[in-house]
Nanobody, 117 residues
Framework: QVQLVESGGGLVQAGGSLKLTCVAS????????MGWYRQVPGQEREEVAR???????DYADFVKGRFTISRDNEKKTIYLHMNSLDSDDTGVYYC???????????WGQGTQVTVSS
């Protein structure tokens, strides 16, 4: 099995920064395939940033250079550095992993990010 544990959410003022952390355990060999999604109120869950299964990085358009995803493979940990936060970024941020062999995907429990205007 796979466990993903997020941390680092909280309350921040508009224009501020937060750093999210996701630690993977279980049958995870690499941080390839790990990424961040979010669900903002009234909307479906959407991708924020991820390491693809081949190791490249994808960012959602709305990130606009404000967020950076990074990782520590030895610790099976990924991070999301979020800058210039605004109220539209308020939501629950989830860690996700897609594993190819055997095929499966897993989610963390989510961490709340609230940006006050």
């Amino acid at each position: 099995q796979v466990q993903l544990v997020e941390s680092g959410g909280g309350l921040v003022q508009a224009g501020g920064s937060l750093k999210l952390t996701c630690v993977a355990s279980g049958r995870v060999r690499t941080t390839n395939g790990m990424g961040w999604y979010r669900q903002v109120p009234g909307q479906e869950r959407e991708e924020v940033a991820r390491f693809t299964t081949s190791g490249t990085i994808d960012y959602a358009d709305f990130v606009k250079g404000r967020f950076t995803i990074s990782r520590d493979n030895e610790k099976k940990t990924i991070y999301l550095h979020m800058n210039s936060l605004d109220s539209d970024d308020t939501g629950v941020y989830y860690c996700h992993i897609l594993i190819l062999n055997p095929l499966g995907e897993f989610w963390g429990q989510g961490t709340q990010v609230t940006v006050s205007s």
